[in-house]
């Protein structure tokens, strides 16, 4: 007997993309049965494990009225793969967005990103938030949910519907995910035991981590009770390394370069405080600029800035090395009390939990001057000796004098905590009427205990280069300083004309998000004939957002000396072999702040924070959502002579919101600690109510060929950080942002057809069209607006000289029009069972989605009316996404690989000054897994994940391209053994 175990690890990749392709179309085991009868020769075929998953999911997919993609566990506790996004990503029309270490976070469906998609966990709506480093931005702090939250051995199946039906709560634009955990009765036999240990080893982080779950599920005889508890726990030590380059700007945007001796104009201008002269371009700081590479970059302007010297050369902002090292720690568990007295009751009481912990270490070895002004003594006081750039002004080499160089370092930690109970119930009361309904809560919690920043720095060092000439997406860097010597850099005090000489942040930190979700809801069901039934329910939800987060001290914000005795070669440690990992010109080590010895000898542990009092944050969101809807399900077989069946509703829902907020008002000057009042509190209601109709209608024209036509109104509510009524300006400058709680959802319609073909047991071919008509849209719009029509307080212009009635560029969202989109999906699942012997084992999985959207984005406006636009995809779609698994099963072994293509997309619009967007390039992941069966009950499982070695790239510009970001994180190997009783 083949464990189904053994295909864990072969199903953890095929099964990935099988289950997803699978599950892509699946559907009821009806289309088994019917497929069996019409080709009884399938009969003598074993179908277990990996494949035994495939068919489960497409006998789901058939049955379903609506658009409907599984993925079903191979064994009790054994998903196909070791993360719910990695699943996820072999459904056709889902993306995977990837986060720090390369592991799955959240998915984008049909081109809508993670923000469009509701998950709900054991049929209620959950959260989970994780942070994030500074290659893909700040941690989570809206309704995407990040998967990597959960350990996968807890679920064992998951659902992506794609078209709604009016019985499934609203709010999702791109896709609702059900997650399920098993149940005591969804076990086939009494008493299930089954214990997985896995080894897992990267070829980065050079070690070997543990991972393990239990699971063990009773049934008690005739009592009709049930229980079933699991768990599982996973250590793993993370290592990323690559370059980035945080932002491409043009080289007049911190006001040029210094200028060759006796250039006219002379750049910087003379001051005597910094040492600005005719011939230094400061302090002890000679003017080395070569007057042809000089007039390079003066001579390259943008068509939209012709006046402008230097606007088109573009230059990474601060050009570095990186090394991330995370020890991650996740532990999960489930536990489900089911209790069935008769075939008409069915009771559960599930209760869930998952902590997740990471504590990330990153170090940097940059240039920071093209970064900076001549206030700090940046770029202007900055000389060029070689210069070269292309046809669209990227740099492709130079060479610079009196370029400050850091080394940074970054210690973060972070819990993400998930706790949830519900309850589910369901009674026939007689033949055509049955009830069912559930009451839940569930918290999630992420605590944002550390994020911490050191560095030191070595000032004015020359002959640091930047080279792009071997034709490489990233460039060597040259520091022209040993930056494995800690007497190359310092740390102390700055100095009075601007110059930063190392220093320490707390980058915004402590800070916490906790979710509050209580759900319940109840349904009734009236069978009128077998060929027509009527469902109607109402449900309400409560959903509770807090964010708040810590501020030190300010008197505990001073950059001190080091104490006598105390050198920097006794605070820090080295950061070594990226050279080996990265190469591309990387240093062998270079010497960086030790965290913890820092900590030591400044005394962290009494830096002092305090709240909202001293310019800390508190925002909250409350959301209280009342719906009803009514459904009518039908089958017309019997009256057309053909299968024809479907529902057609009508849900009716209620928004009411309450926002609230403290703005930030800066502390009178030389105040060093709280004050009574340093902040306005401000607070909003909206509430805004949508009727949504919705239709999914199945046709069999001929025998196991289905045609689903699907139409809905549908809305996805905005995120949660921009209703708070919170804002942050500078007087001085005159910018800033302002959130809006009286944001209205994104609305669209929607119509997906789908033509599928059940043309042998287990096998599909699929072919399926949708477009969303998106009506609204929600952007941030850059506006120049008088101070007091924003609805702040005059307090935050307190010494600034600035009148209340001075205009301020603000960066507010807003609703704006939408614009359509439209794609295919393509799948097959095919098993080669129409082969005889050895070849009837194979079988191949593939899934291919075209996606085309256009919006126009608005990216300034003058009085509500926009002046500057642009029309570009939707930030987050891929056009081209695809997906394909071979496979090989029989009873002792079972091998799989899979591979995963993402196209290109956008992260943001616009970028920088001159560059239109942020992109990420295009991606392919290939992963394979092979288990084999010793015994009925023992199974060994073998995995290797990033066979290609792929790393991911960021950019900036569409034309351009000039990388922002782009890492290695290796390969990864697991090796375990998986025991079932």
Avoid at 391 to 407: A, I, K, T, W, Y
Avoid at 648 to 668: E, F, H, K, Q
Avoid at 868 to 888: C, F, I
Avoid at 962 to 981: A, K, Q
Wanted: overall charge negative; proline content about 5%; glycine content about 10%.
């Amino acid at each position: 007997m083949l464990t189904n175990t053994t295909r864990s690890a072969f199903a953890r990749r095929s099964s990935g993309l099988a289950l997803a392709s699978a599950m892509l179309m699946a559907a009821p085991a009806l289309a088994q049965d019917q497929a069996a009868e019409a080709q009884p020769e399938a009969a003598d075929i074993v179908v277990t494990g990996f494949r035994a998953s495939l068919n489960s999911a497409l006998g789901m997919k058939r049955k379903e009225a609506a658009a409907i993609d599984s993925i079903v566990a191979e064994d009790i506790g054994k998903f196909p793969d070791s993360n719910l996004a990695e699943s996820m990503q072999r459904v056709p029309g889902v993306a995977l967005a990837r986060g720090d270490g390369g592991e799955g976070r959240n998915i984008s469906v049909r081109g809508l990103g993670a923000g469009f998609t509701r998950v709900r966990i054991n049929g209620m709506e959950g959260s989970a938030q994780t942070g994030s480093s500074d290659i893909y931005g700040a941690g989570n702090n809206g309704r995407s949910f990040d998967f990597n939250v959960f350990p996968t051995e807890i679920f064992s199946a998951l659902s992506v519907r794609k078209t709604p039906s009016a019985d499934i709560e609203e709010g999702s634009l791109g896709a609702t995910v059900d997650l399920s955990a098993p149940k005591p009765f969804d076990q086939k036999d009494d008493f299930v035991l089954s214990m997985t240990a896995r080894g897992i080893y990267n070829e980065l982080s050079k070690k070997v981590d543990p991972r393990a779950s239990l699971l063990i599920s009773k049934q008690f005889g005739d009592s009709g009770f049930g229980i079933l508890g699991s768990v599982a726990y996973q250590k793993r030590n993370i290592r990323e390394v690559g370059y980035s380059a945080v932002d491409l700007l043009s080289a007049n945007t911190n006001g040029g370069f210094c200028s060759p001796l006796g250039y006219t104009p002379q750049n910087p201008a003379d001051s005597a405080l910094k040492g600005v002269t005719a011939a230094d371009c400061s302090t002890g700081n000679p003017r080395t600029s070569n007057a042809a590479a000089y007039q390079t970059i003066q001579d390259l302007r943008r068509a939209d800035l012709p006046n402008t010297p230097g606007s088109g050369a573009f230059l990474p902002r601060i050009p570095r090395y990186l090394n991330s090292e995370q020890k991650q720690e996740r532990i999960g568990g489930s536990l489900t009390l089911q209790f069935q007295p008769d075939d008409q009751t069915d009771i559960s009481v599930d209760f869930l939990y998952s902590r997740f912990e990471v504590t990330r270490r990153d170090n940097y070895i940059a240039a920071i001057s093209f970064a900076r002004s001549a206030s700090n003594n940046g770029q202007p006081m900055t000389s060029v000796r070689e210069i070269d750039f292309d046809e669209n002004g990227s740099l492709v080499h130079g060479v610079f004098d009196g370029v400050d160089v850091r080394s940074e370092g970054l210690v973060d930690n972070f819990v993400s905590t998930f706790k949830q109970a519900n309850v589910n119930f369901r009674r026939d009361l007689n033949d055509s009427l049955t009830i069912d309904g559930l009451v839940g809560f569930n918290r999630s919690i992420w605590d944002g205990k550390k994020r911490l920043q050191t560095f030191i720095d070595a000032i004015d060092t020359d002959g640091f280069s930047i080279d792009f000439r071997d034709g490489g997406t990233t460039p060597k860097l040259g520091f022209g300083v040993d930056v494995a010597n800690p007497g190359s850099f310092t740390y102390a005090p700055g100095l009075a004309d601007g110059t930063v000489l190392g220093g320490f942040s707390y980058q915004g930190k402590p800070s916490r998000n906790k979710t509050d979700n209580l759900t319940a809801e109840t349904n009734l069901k009236w069978t009128v004939s077998d060929a027509f039934s009527i469902r109607a329910g109402a449900q309400y939800r409560r959903s509770d957002f807090l964010s708040t987060s810590l501020r030190p001290y300010s008197a505990d914000t001073v950059v001190r000396a080091l104490p006598a005795g105390t050198t920097l070669a006794s605070i820090t440690r080295d950061i070594t072999g990226v050279d080996k990992l990265w190469g591309q010109g990387a240093p062998a080590s270079w010497v960086s702040i030790d965290a913890d010895k820092w900590a030591d000898t400044f005394g962290f542990d009494d830096v002092r924070f305090c709240g909202v009092e001293c310019g800390g944050s508190r925002s909250r969101v409350r959301e209280e959502v009342t719906s009803g809807y009514l459904m009518a399900n039908f089958d017309l077989e019997q009256a057309t002579g053909f299968s024809v069946r479907g529902d057609v509703g009508v849900r009716y829902v209620r928004t009411d919101m309450l926002s609230s907020g403290y703005i930030a008002v800066a502390p009178p000057a030389g105040q060093t600690s709280p004050t009574n009042l340093v902040g306005k509190f401000g607070a909003a209601q909206n509430n805004y109510d949508d009727w949504l109709p919705s239709a999914n209608i199945v046709i069999e024209p001929v025998s196991n060929v289905l045609v689903r036509l699907s139409g809905a109104k549908v809305l996805a509510r905005p995120e949660l950080g921009l209703l708070t009524p919170t804002s942050g300006v500078n007087p001085v400058t005159r910018v800033g942002n302002v959130n809006n709680p009286f944001l209205d959802p994104i609305r669209a319609n929607t119509f997906d057809v789908a033509v599928e073909w059940y043309f042998r047991p287990g096998s599909l071919l699929s072919a399926a069209f949708f477009y969303k008509d998106i009506k609204s849209f929600i952007q941030n719009v850059n506006s120049q607006v008088p101070f007091n029509e924003l609805g702040l307080p005059n307090a935050l212009l307190e010494n600034s000289n600035t009148a209340p009635t001075e205009l301020f560029t603000v960066s507010q969202p807003f609703n704006t029009p939408g614009g359509p989109l439209k794609g295919i999906e393509l799948n097959a699942q095919i098993p080669f069972t129409f082969f005889d012997g050895f070849l009837s084992n194979f079988g191949v999985l593939a899934n291919y989605t075209l996606v085309t959207s256009k919006i126009d984005y608005i990216l300034a406006s003058v009085g509500g009316v926009p002046t500057v636009t642009t029309t570009a995809d939707l930030v987050g779609l891929s056009k081209k996404t695809a997906s394909a698994t071979l496979y090989y099963e029989d009873e002792l072994f079972s091998i799989r690989t899979t591979g995963n293509f993402r196209d290109k997309f956008i992260r943001g619009i616009p970028a920088s000054p001159g560059s239109d967007l942020v992109g990420n390039a295009k991606t392919f992941y290939m992963d394979a897994s092979a288990s084999l069966n010793v015994t009925d009950r023992l199974k060994i499982i073998v995995e290797a994940q990033n066979l290609t070695d792929e790393q991911n790239r960021l950019y900036t510009d569409s034309v351009r391209q000039d990388t922002l970001f782009e890492t290695r994180i290796g390969r990864t190997f697991t090796f375990g053994v998986t025991y079932r009783m």
